[in-house]
């Protein structure tokens, strides 16, 4: 089964900061990758998916690239609706998530 | 509008079999394009993907819980089912339910994510 790790798992920042956040995969997943935002009692929220596609509705500061075994989340410029959990997903077969990486505030 | 409502037991016992339903609204279970996904969080941990169901009744589970897992689907009552047999306390979590998206074309396909999403209802395996 096809494993997801994520770096880091913890995340200080501050408003403003640009933020990044790797996903792995332990075997190549092409482009089938989906990553999630989730605030504390609430259902996570799709951000991206097909590993840099924005879905609809989410702000132009979350963006995704990369593809096979490396991912990257990225947010420009953080703002203070930004901090929560954000998990990784891949959709190639078996629908693993990620550990997730919580961001919080500096 | 889609919109996911999950519903069931809140306190199942020991040994027994978690059922839990979710509700479709807004559109129809019937429509292809769409895996309708079970999903839980551990109390103060990540997320764990149980499994999905097609609209057609095809499955694919979770390896680690399929020997307890079964879905199924009413598409009579738009409705897709999650039951887990022989719980244990390791089972109590909130259990979301998830529409998958997905489009197949001839040279391949897209996966689009997991759009809608229940509200999630907490289950707990307690005597």
């Known amino acids: 089964d096809i494993q997801l790790t994520q770096s880091p798992s913890f995340l200080s920042a501050s408003v403003g900061d640009r933020v990044t956040i790797t996903c792995r995969a332990s075997?190549?997943?092409?482009?089938?990758l989906a990553w999630y935002q989730q605030k504390p009692g609430k259902a996570p929220k799709l951000l991206i998916y097909?590993?840099?596609t924005l879905q609809s509705g989410v702000p132009s500061r979350f963006s995704g690239s990369g593809s096979g075994t490396e991912f990257t989340l990225t947010i420009s410029s953080l703002q203070p609706e930004d901090f929560a959990t954000y998990y990784c997903?891949?959709?190639?077969?078996?629908?693993?998530f990620g550990p997730g990486t919580k961001v919080d505030i500096k | 509008q889609v919109q996911l409502q999950e519903s069931g037991p809140g306190l199942v016992k020991p040994s027994q079999t978690l059922s839990l339903t979710c509700t479709v609204s807004?559109?129809?279970?019937?429509?292809?394009?769409?895996?309708w996904s079970w999903i839980r969080q551990h109390p103060g941990k990540g997320l764990e993907w149980i499994g999905y169901?097609?609209?057609?009744?095809?499955?694919y589970y979770n390896p680690s819980l399929k020997s307890r897992v079964t879905i199924s689907v009413d598409t009579s009552k738009n409705q897709f089912s999650l039951k887990l047999s022989s719980v244990t306390a390791a089972d109590t979590a909130v259990y979301y339910c998830?529409?998958?998206?997905?489009?197949?074309?001839?040279?391949?396909?897209?996966?689009?994510?997991?759009?809608?999403w229940g509200q999630g209802t907490t289950v707990t395996v307690s005597s």
């Open positions: 097909a590993a840099s």
């Open positions: 807004g559109g129809s279970i019937s429509s292809g394009g769409y895996y």
């Open positions: 998830a529409r998958e998206s997905f489009l197949v074309y001839s040279s391949g396909w897209t996966a689009y994510g997991m759009d809608v």
């Open positions: 169901i097609y609209y057609s009744g095809s499955t």
């Open positions: 075997q190549g997943i092409s482009s089938y």
């Open positions: 997903q891949q959709l190639n077969s078996y629908r693993a």
